[in-house]
């Protein structure tokens, strides 16, 4: 490798900061402002789909899915570019056109600036890498119902080496958002609605996405999934106590232990300061306390919102300016704002020292991921020939999380099926594979504006799934109506069928979208948590006819189900479970599949009375019963899960009964295996603080463990606890380890913790930051 002597940042046996530094000396100032910018030349959005406000004759944000599409790559890149958004995640093409895109606009920004700086290759990779022909995965709920972390972290290995393999540099996920409300429609997105489970296995799909030299992206920063009614892009009403223990401790694990690269704003105002515009989470928090190192950038178009949203700059440049000073590194997916920074310094309204201070951290991670080097050409930045996107190691991948995924709520009396006579198959999420993926899979996200392209991977539907699982049964098949519309006139049709079988199987639920065209998803929030459309008729009209029912919900958030969950015959929910989902439901159904999923948030009673998630006090639990008429309890709490064997969980054995503040105890319980088949138990440890200086949850998970066992098998399960772990923010704001009783319960669920006993801290109160122990080991002993 030839190293010029006027290009010293080319040789990469310097330090990255240090080739950063001497690359920010050679530029102008425009040249560090194009480091900052982006471009995403196959955006067509505006075609899409936001459906239009009549009254206002204007789909929503129109304008600003538009904006940037008037500027050419060469002018957007003539002082060279810092991203390329989305290059294979915009329209379906092959792997061979997407190579060949992506190299000629990486040719493009490399002719069209004086220093020929590459540009970094950015796409969204939520349930997979989305593009056309990619494995589709579970969604992020449905990893929650693993509690796998491994798994996980596999799963997102799989897909960062795919990326990888196609030039594809960083990776804009995981979900870190903890869910608040259940009519969000971005619920599926997310991994659930404890911190804990969402932070581990957050940072196990880091470690992954980053094994592979993708730079994982932690989302939304912070507090978006706790807007207001659950409606998108709302205000947030939150406290910076609940902010600090609720909502950042997710994010905090993923830098402090998987070393996340990337951080994206989030779209909410927090108590009516944009996140993006927030010196105290992005500099005192992200870049003082936490000391993150890597680069911030904007969620897609939230720079600019700043201005015709939030109301807080009076154009977009000042909006730019803004997010800039506050933190922001890098404008997604087009420069808007930012295309007004030169402007702002030549006027004095902000330093080059903050252009110079975003743009060496986008520089050194160009440093690192090897796009600096002398060698560095866009043909060898793919893999030739182009990776099979969706290959037999992958399906497999998707089928083992799908399978693990699956919740059996309740067997009842039907299940599980026996495989033999007459079988009424009913639903609009039976015979529709679309309604098995996220919003953000491509089939569900691009996909519809190409109808004449099929999904681009094989998709088997519910009802297929179930005709090869259960060969000798006679199936037979009646949508009944649709996911979201209104339309009875398929219910007569359904319940004749019903009554025409010996059992019937109604999967209902949700079809993922964008913008109002789905039940779930961004932009698809929900008035209340009944069944979408007129599926609650349908289900209601099919129990009627006295025949058994099994109900299989397939969806991105829960729903209420308290109006029939005494009625059904059986019930399974399935959270969006990707392009290997039927067959595991089926496989559920059927019992060749012993299920194993566990509820990373609750199924509610009742259609109303949101938000409900477990993280309550007192008074926002069972135990304000007949303090207001709204009832609480859950139909199904968080973390449970039914199985085709039986467990139990005893022996509770603490290692000391008090520790001081910064001590650790150990809690080991039995696990055995008490029925006739093989079967996979998750064992979960809570805590509960009895006397705290502010009212806090009644309990919150603090450690968890699958664990398989055979028949008659036992094993013992042993949390390692530190004081740490019951940290807590004060009255002052201070997060602090405070002397009293504590409750340790473990159990199979938030409801179900047979064991319980207390262990005491002792000594003064200590403050505690972010060198705190963020995490809870776990050993298991087979017996």
Known sequence: MSISTDRPWTDPALPARERAALLLAAMTLEEKVGQLGSRWVGNDM????????ESLNVAPMEDVFSAGGSVSLEDASRFGLGHLTRVWGSYPQSVDEGVAELIRQHEVVLKSSRLGVPALVHEECLTGFTTYGATVYPTSIAWGATFDPALVERMAAAIGRDMSAVGVHQGLSPVLDVVRDYRWGRVEETIGEDPYLVALLGSAYVRGLQSAGVIATLKHFA????????????????????????ILPTFETAIATAGAGSVMSSYADVDGVPASVDPWLYGEVLRGEWAFEGTVVSDYWAVPFLAS?????????????????????????DTIGFAGLVEKVRAGEIAEELIDRAARRVLQQKAELGLLDADWTPAASVRSPGPELDSADNQALARELAEKSVVLLDPGTALPLDGTGKIAVIGPCADDVRTL?????????????????????????????????????????????DVMAAD????????????????????????????????????????????????????????????PVVLVVVSGRPYALGEYGDRVAGL????????????????VL??????????????????GGQPGTYLQPALGSVESAGISGLETRPLFPFGYGASYTSFTIADLRLSVPEIGSNGEFTATVRVENTGERSGDEVVQLYLHDLVARVARPLKLLTGFARVSLAPGEAADVTFRVHADRTAYTGPDLRRIVEPGDLEVMVGTSSQDLPCRDIVRITGDVRVVGHDRVLTTPVEVRRL
């Not at 998709?459 to 090869?468: M, T």
């Open 572 to 587: 399974v929910q399935a959270f969006l479970p990707g392009q290997e989902g039927a067959a595991a439901i089926a496989g």
């Open 590 to 607: 059927s019992g060749r599949i012993n299920p194993s999923g566990k509820l990373p948030v609750q199924i509610p009673r009742h259609v």
């Open 223 to 246: 507090g978006y999934s706790a807007s207001r009614a659950g409606r998108n892009h709302g205000p947030v009403s939150m406290g910076r106590r609940e902010l600090l223990d609720i």
């Open 488 to 547: 009875r006139s398929g219910i007569a049709e359904a319940v004749a069928l019903a009554q025409d079988s010996d059992v019937c199987v109604a999967v209902l639920g949700d079809l993922s979208g964008l913008f109002g065209h789905g039940t779930s998803g961004e932009g698809c929030d929900a008035e209340d948590l009944r069944l979408p459309g007129v599926q609650g008729e349908l289900l209601n009209a099919l129990l009627d006819t006295g025949k």
């Open 46 to 53: 505006s075609d899409a789909s936001v459906p239009a406000d």
């Open 437 to 481: 993926l996220g919003c953000y899979a491509f089939p569900n996200h691009v996909l519809p504006r190409y109808p004449d392209r099929g999904p681009g991977v094989s998709i088997v539907s519910a009802l297929d799934a179930l005709r090869n699982e259960l060969p000798g049964a006679d199936l037979q098949y009646s949508k009944g109506c």
């Open 309 to 333: 949203m939030h109301r807080v700059a009076a154009d977009d440049a000042g909006a730019g300016a803004l997010a800039l000073a506050a933190g922001t590194d890098v404008e997604l997916p």
